[in-house]
């Protein structure tokens, strides 16, 4: 569910066209929270009245006494009575675009790792004839590229050096527990900066804290009008006071402080150096500009008589950012090449990459292996990391006549196991190849004694097993999302433990077919939740009445 938050201050002109964009966005899963900041016209009661025809939907509130506390205050109590998961802000002054709450939560679940997706703005100018000097409309110019997950803290840099870039809080969605971690709102400074900057404060802290989504679709109408806020933008002292303020605010944040991007830093310092010396910087414009044009012909030199490749590596060196070979000059050397140097997962060259995060996890819970343990087509790592506390080894297998087997059933449907059965089931890569992975899981589920522990693994990023694919099928490659919803639909969250292992380099061999010791074990070890090799589950099964 998306919690709604419009706060509201005398806004009776606007707030039910406001409000009527909610009530018409295609995505009804919301709720929304009418927050008065003291408001003396009739907003009141248009907010109480639909509060009260649509007690289910809406929820009106205010501060103690009726008073006025301001922005920050306001959008923080509408967050504190909230339920959703998501959480959208609307100025009672603007519109949102119907389907404007469907495509940001679709983003938000389609990127777990988002704490806020935003679009541009379109600057309303034309709400009604000449009311606000006859400005033309527009649609606001990102300034950075869009469609894209942008990691921390790039963001904070551009709206930092780019004030226009900075979006409207009519036209971001926040995951809630972002907003928790950062304390939401910051109350004080919205009250000295008379509510300039209190949403870019909140920028601030999520962009040095989490990625952000940035979109180039446009789902809101920011409205210009000759009001408070809108007016005090127009005032140079009063919007120069107010920034001078936040800049302040943020110099002592403990993240910025602590921040270390060269690029961030360079900018902030800029901004703050031209906040506190208006005066001088009014005369260094011309000077900067002359500056900039001849930094521009030094560019132009270097890139001229410098080797494109030194080029890119000193610029990137200079703006504190990883370096990347520029296009056309990375070497593919041997793997260059549009078959993989093995097709059975390099296990002719040594032990296959996937496996030594298999292994690893398993040396990790060896105490979980014990007492009569289950494994799938052979007991060798019930042997290896069980030892002297195995008891009876058992092997399961869907087809008849394998060396070792003892059980001979499908997962799926393994009715003839008996429930309670195991201490311990090892489960290395395998539900790829059950069509049912669910019922997969409930079988585990049944046959592990109360107390007993799952210890799986499967695959992530991973070739196609050919071998197992013609005889029983393989249907599935996984994420730790995927892996924690399908296991919690069974176990309980609290007794599950879901982990990822692997990076670029990693599966990047791994496809190819190359072995664990043709890679470093730093290499190997370096972890990128975006490249997931291989997922790991510990599930326990509860007791009952624990």
């Not at 009260?52 to 006494?65: F, Q, S």
């Not at 469907?102 to 309303?124: C, D, F, K, S, T």
């Not at 005066?279 to 414009?285: A, D, N, S, V």
């Not at 692997?502 to 730093?522: C, D, H, K």
């Amino acid at each position: 569910m998306v919690s709604v938050i419009i706060i509201f201050l005398n806004a009776e002109k606007f707030i039910r066209e406001a409000i009527e964009s909610v009530f018409a966005q295609t995505d009804q899963g919301w709720e929304l929270l009418l927050v008065d900041d003291g408001s003396s016209d009739s907003s009141t009661a248009i907010a109480k009245n639909c509060a009260a025809h649509r007690p289910e939907k809406v929820v009106y509130l205010e501060h103690p006494g009726h008073r006025n506390r301001g922005m920050s205050a306001s959008r923080n109590l509408g967050i504190r009575n909230s339920h959703g998961e998501y959480i959208a802000f609307l100025d009672a002054d603007d519109v949102w675009l119907p389907r404007k709450l469907e495509h940001q939560a679709e983003i938000l679940n389609r990127y777990p790792e988002a704490a806020m997706v935003y679009g541009p703005g379109h600057w309303w100018h034309s709400w009604a004839p000449n009311s606000n000097g006859g400005g033309r409309d527009f649609v606001q110019k990102l300034g950075i590229e869009s469609d894209q997950l942008v990691a921390p803290p790039r963001l904070l840099t551009l709206f930092l050096g780019n004030e226009g870039a900075v979006p409207s809080p009519s036209g971001v969605i926040l995951r809630r527990r972002i907003l928790e971690q950062i304390d939401g709102f910051e109350e004080e400074l919205c009250n000295a900066v008379r509510g300039l900057y209190d949403d870019q404060a909140m920028y601030a802290k999520v962009c040095l804290k989490a990625p952000v989504f940035v979109s180039k679709e446009c789902w809101y109408r920011y409205r210009q009008h000759p009001e408070p806020c809108c007016a005090v933008m127009g005032q140079p002292e009063k919007h120069a006071a107010a920034r001078l303020l936040f800049l302040s605010w943020l110099a002592a944040y403990p993240l910025m402080q602590s921040q270390s991007d060269g690029e961030l830093r360079t900018v902030f310092r800029r901004q703050l150096w031209a906040s506190r010396h208006r005066t001088i910087e009014k005369f260094l414009k011309p000077a900067r500009a002359q500056f900039g044009r001849i930094k521009d012909l030094l560019k132009w030199l270097a890139r001229a008589t410098v080797p494109a490749s030194m080029y890119h590596w000193a610029r990137c060196r200079w703006r504190g950012l990883p370096y990347a070979p520029p296009v056309g000059s990375v070497r593919f050397g041997n793997l260059r090449r549009v078959t993989p140097v093995s097709r059975i997962f390099g296990i002719e060259r040594g032990r296959a990459i996937d496996r030594y995060y298999i292994e690893n996890f398993l040396a990790r819970h060896a105490d979980d292996i014990r007492g009569c343990a289950l494994e799938v087509a052979d007991n060798k790592y019930t042997a290896c990391f069980g030892g002297d506390r195995v008891t009876r080894s058992e092997v399961l297998h869907v087809q008849e006549g394998t060396p070792k087997v003892t059980i001979v059933a499908d997962l799926s449907s393994a009715n003839a196991i008996p429930p309670n059965h195991f201490d311990c089931i090892i489960l290395t890569q395998t539900l790829q190849f059950i069509y049912d992975a669910r019922a997969a899981v409930l079988t585990l589920r049944r046959i592990l004694k109360p107390g007993g522990v799952l210890l799986a693994t499967l695959p992530g990023i991973s070739q196609i097993s050919r071998y197992d694919a013609e005889r029983w099928g393989d249907y599935w490659r996984f994420t730790s999302h995927s892996v924690r919803r399908l296991f919690e639909e069974v176990f309980s969250p609290a007794d599950l433990t879901v982990a990822s292992y692997g990076n670029v380099l990693a599966a990047g061999a791994l496809l190819q077919g190359l072995a664990v010791e043709e890679l470093r074990p730093e290499e190997l070890d370096y972890h990128d939740p975006d490249y997931e090799l291989v997922i790991t589950v510990r599930a326990v099964k509860r007791r009952c009445g624990a």
